[in-house]
């Protein structure tokens, strides 16, 4: 079955939140703990393996930078938003990364050339430290989060043809279920869910806004948190 795009997130229905759930606790949230982490990770499953009921055989290859800035108050992730003429996630907001290169060695190669090509992330900042799970798109994408840290200070320098603005959040407010909101989409023939996890943060002249984060990066982020909540 071909599962259908959704191209107004903000007006599909809300159907609960996960406030019941506990939120990371703030000991594990540090750039140790992360560390510690993905260097020896139990056995776990991801809750959400993709939005793509069938992972097709021409599927694209991607991997996605999931930044993890050092910052004094606390760990914060850098996100972007990605320009509103792109064929594909127009609009959306994302991780840096994209399709995976014939000359990328691996995951971390493709994640770590993307961000820089994207928002200008340094190479020599990023220090990678793990892998999420692979998650598969409705849009045919295979894609690989690589986790990393990165130490600030850098000057970020976006590709204005990719990317409108980047902006940060801080990763205690991602990984507390109280702030994840669950949608069902409806369509001939099924239904679709997924997550949405807005927060009122600053554009980059100053101005309060609502970043509405969804869909792909949404699922990734809820797969950290069950991770780290194991």
């Known amino acids: 079955m ?7 997130p903000h007006s599909v229905p809300v159907v609960g939140s ?3 759930l506990p939120a990371v606790v703030s000991s594990r949230l540090t750039a140790d703990s992360l560390r510690s982490s993905f260097a020896d990770p139990a056995t776990w499953s991801p ?12 599927a694209t290859a991607a991997a996605v930078l999931v930044p993890l800035v050092q910052r004094d108050n606390g760990l914060h992730v850098l996100l972007t938003q990605r320009a509103e003429h792109l064929r594909d996630h127009a609009g959306q907001i ?32 990023v220090e990678t430290i793990g892998r999420l799970p692979v998650y598969t ?18 000057e970020l320098k976006l590709d204005s043809f990719e990317v409108a603005e ?3 959040v801080p990763l205690e407010f ?25 927060w009122q943060g600053r554009s980059a002249s100053g101005e309060a806004r609502e ?5 792909a990066t949404a699922a990734m982020l809820r797969n950290l948190y069950r991770f780290l909540s194991r």
Do not use: Y
């Open 211 to 215: 970043f509405f984060i969804w869909g």
């Open 94 to 125: 994302s991780f840096p990364g994209g399709r995976t290169e014939p000359e990328d060695a691996d995951p971390e190669a493709t994640a770590r050339r993307e961000a820089e090509e994207e928002v200008g992330l340094p190479a020599e900042v």
């Open 18 to 20: 996960d406030v019941h």
């Open 174 to 198: 991602l990984m507390n279920p109280a702030h994840h909101r669950r949608h069902v989409f409806e369509f001939e023939g099924g239904q679709r869910q997924f997550l949405s996890m807005p």
């Open 137 to 154: 798109t409705v849009t045919h994408f295979v894609v690989t989060p690589v986790v990393a840290l990165v130490t600030p200070p850098f």
């Open 47 to 58: 809750e959400i393996v993709g939005d793509g009921m069938v992972r097709r055989p021409d």
């Open 166 to 168: 980047a902006f940060e």
């Open 2 to 8: 071909s599962v259908p795009r959704i191209l107004n």
